[in-house]
């Protein structure tokens, strides 16, 4: 069993930063593939980004790139998603995500099935 609990979500401006940090524990924190989704009022939870288990290798989805940077401090069996220059277009509950399992490259795991385990999300809002 696996507890993900995510928190520096808020309510900020257009062009402001926040972090979002998701602090884990149950398992080996350091042998996971961490991820990132989020999920826009009435539209479906999308992949934002995923780092593997070193923090080497890191995936963005096209929005975020240059934007956002997702890291990992396995002494701290936390992750974070630096979020700058933030868009109104951002706004959605942010979920942090883990996956155990052995497979492909960080780009083959986008979709929601490809993790095993969920935290209860923290809500971002960017006004204009």
């Known amino acids: 069993q696996v507890q993900l609990i995510e928190s520096g979500g808020g309510l900020v401006q257009a062009g402001d930063s926040l972090r979002l940090s998701c602090a884990a524990s149950?398992?080996?924190?350091?042998?996971?593939?961490m991820g990132w989704f989020r999920q826009a009022p009435g539209k479906e939870r999308e992949f934002v980004a995923a780092i593997s288990w070193s923090g080497s290798t890191t995936y963005y989805t096209d929005s975020v790139k240059g934007r956002f940077t997702i890291s990992r401090d396995n002494a701290k069996v936390t992750a974070y998603l630096q979020m700058n220059s933030l868009k109104p277009e951002d706004t959605a509950v942010y979920y942090c995500t883990a996956r155990f399992r052995n497979g492909g490259g960080l780009s083959t795991m986008r979709g929601e099935n490809e993790y095993d385990y969920w935290g209860q999300g923290t809500q971002v809002t960017v006004s204009s």
């Open positions: 149950g398992r080996v924190f350091s042998s996971s593939i």
